[in-house]
């Protein structure tokens, strides 16, 4: 059952707090429609107040809905990937797949020197010192018999 401070959470009961406020006494000489008109206007602003708080839950509802989601999808993909590496045994692990994300065509040239167990080189495979190399190693090649062309 309703009861008498009910009607105060209520729009229309806020107005009738206001204009009764505004009818009361005051120390500034105002005239009824400055009074009325602020009644209103303060009424207005905790409307507004309110939406503001509605939209700022259901922002945070939001963003704990999303973030349940996240969880979600991050746990089906650790499903996926336990899956497929039991499958695929050390063939799908990222370690063995490729060199590291971001090494780039030096640290490819680096994976590999190491892997032969020879010193890096900080030159790539595209510097012009090996470029030239490549170059005149095809021109001496190619200006030998056909049979003696094939590489060892």
Known sequence: ?????????????????????AAG???QPTSIGQRIAGAVQSVGSQ??????RKLINSQIEENANQNTYRSAQVNKLAQIQGLTSGLLGDWGSPSTAAPAA????????TARAGARGG????????SRRNLAIRSTAFRARSRLPP???TRP
Request: net charge neutral; hydrophobic share 45%; proline share 6%.
């Open 119 to 126: 010193a890096a080189s900080r030159r790539g495979p595209l």
């Open 147 to 149: 049979a003696v062309r």
């Open 25 to 27: 006494p005051s120390m």
């Open 1 to 21: 059952m309703p009861g008498l401070f009910d009607l105060l959470d209520s729009e229309d009961g806020r107005l009738g707090l206001a204009l009764l406020a």
């Open 102 to 109: 971001g090494a780039g065509v030096g640290g490819a040239a």
């Open 47 to 52: 409307r507004d107040n309110d939406l503001r």
